[in-house]
Each structure stands twice: as structure tokens, then as C-alpha cells.
């Protein structure tokens, strides 16, 4: 089955920073790599997500890339702000997959310093 | 749209005691998941639905059973509550037909056993 890593497991930036977290996935059949934001207490909440047939992603100060050779992906954000501390998870999730499901990262957890 | 929804939000059990963890969504999703979220070890995922009267296990399924009662309903039942499972449970659906899509989270249940 698929198998996600994902580094670093904490991450504390100063305000205006840029950070990445990134994460590697074993099974070249995985298609769709979604990035979830956890703030503490709440649930996990999409950010954004990228798809196998596209190498970049960006959304204002976040950007996703993709690159399906080496089998990694990454999260990037640019100027971060102290509402961007929260707990980050990445996941994979292969064509084959007959359950549908993600394979999660076991989560980096950002604090952005003010 | 409420989503996915969940019940209860925050439950305390005694070792030995039963309990339903309730779910449902109003997207017409497909798939349905049950998640444990334990300090520092991610999602981990406990049973799925891939479609409406299939069930299967996931990573950690042992003392847990599910029933997907409808197309929008799916539950998590501990027979015997252990303090092991003393956890937050999320919720998940999926839409599976079509370009892959996101998994959106329910609220989450904060459950202690004692």
C-alpha cells in the first residue's frame, strides 16, 4: 500500500517568513495529493490540493508542487502570519485505491513567531 | 448545506461500556470514513465506506465495528470501551465519482474512557 512521509514534525518561523513542509509518497499510482490545515481544536480543513498531471499549484501566499519522478511534494507559504500556525497534514491517494481513501502524513506543526 | 455533522461532540465513558458515534452528510458523497486522532500520531483511519452497503477495515480496527445505515449516515460503535480508545474520532465523506476530490471532515468527538 501507499506509504506518506512528511517533514519536519514541528517548524516555528518568524511572522513574514516563508515555510515548507514536505512530504514523499511510495506508490507512483497515487494521482491526488491534498494539503489539510488543522487548527488546535478544530477539524482538519483543505487548503489545497494538486493533481499528477500538473507540477505547481498556487493560491495567494500558498503553493503546492508536485514532482511525480521523485515521488515528493511540497507546501510552500510565503509572508506568514501568526493565523498560520496550526498543524498541517499531507496525503496521497492512489488511482487503485478501491476504497477511495488517503494516506495521511503524520502532520508538521507550524508556529509562526509575531 | 450542514456538511458533515457529528454526534456527540464530547463523551465519557467507564471501561467496559458501549457507545455509537454518529455521522452523516448532506453532499451525496459516496464514501464515508472513521478516523482516530491521538497527540502527535495524525489520522488514523479506523473503518471506511467506499459506497453505501460495503464496509471495510482500515489501520486500526480492532475493537471498533461500523454500519453505513444509508447513503448519509455511517457509525462507529465500541462494544466495550477500552481506555486505549480514549481519542478524537472524525467523520469523513468523499465524492468518488469523477476527478478525484477532497475528503471533508466532521467536527470530530472528543471521547475519554475512564
Known amino acids: 500500500g501507499e506509504n506518506v512521509e512528511q517533514h519536519p514534525s514541528t517548524l516555528s518561523v518568524q511572522e513574514g517568513d516563508s515555510a515548507v513542509i514536505k512530504c514523499t509518497y511510495s506508490d507512483s499510482a497515487s494521482n491526488y495529493f491534498p494539503w489539510y490545515k488543522q487548527e488546535l481544536g478544530k477539524r482538519p480543513q483543505l487548503i489545497i490540493d494538486i493533481r499528477s498531471n500538473v507540477g505547481e499549484k498556487k493560491d495567494q501566499r500558498i503553493a503546492v508542487t508536485l514532482n511525480k519522478t521523485a515521488k515528493h511534494f511540497s507546501l510552500h507559504i510565503t509572508e506568514t502570519q501568526p493565523e498560520d500556525s496550526a498543524v498541517y497534514f499531507c496525503a496521497a491517494s492512489p488511482r487503485w485505491n478501491t476504497g477511495n481513501q488517503f494516506y495521511f502524513g503524520t502532520g508538521t506543526s507550524l508556529t509562526v513567531i509575531p | 448545506n450542514a456538511g458533515v455533522t457529528q454526534t456527540p461532540k464530547f463523551q465519557v465513558l467507564k471501561t467496559g461500556q458501549s457507545m455509537t458515534l454518529q455521522c452523516a452528510q448532506d453532499m451525496n458523497h459516496n464514501s464515508m470514513y472513521w478516523y482516530r486522532q491521538d497527540p502527535g500520531m495524525g489520522l488514523r483511519l479506523i473503518y471506511y465506506s467506499a459506497s453505501e452497503g460495503t464496509t471495510d477495515k482500515g489501520e486500526v480496527p480492532n475493537g471498533y465495528n461500523v454500519s453505513r445505515l444509508n447513503k448519509r449516515e455511517f457509525s462507529l460503535r465500541l462494544e466495550s470501551a477500552a481506555p486505549s480508545q480514549t481519542s478524537v474520532y472524525f467523520c469523513?465523506?468523499?465524492?468518488?465519482?469523477?476527478?478525484?476530490?477532497?475528503?471533508?471532515f466532521g467536527p470530530g468527538t472528543r471521547l475519554t474512557v475512564t
Open positions: 469523513a465523506s468523499r465524492e468518488t465519482s469523477g476527478a478525484p476530490y477532497e475528503q471533508y
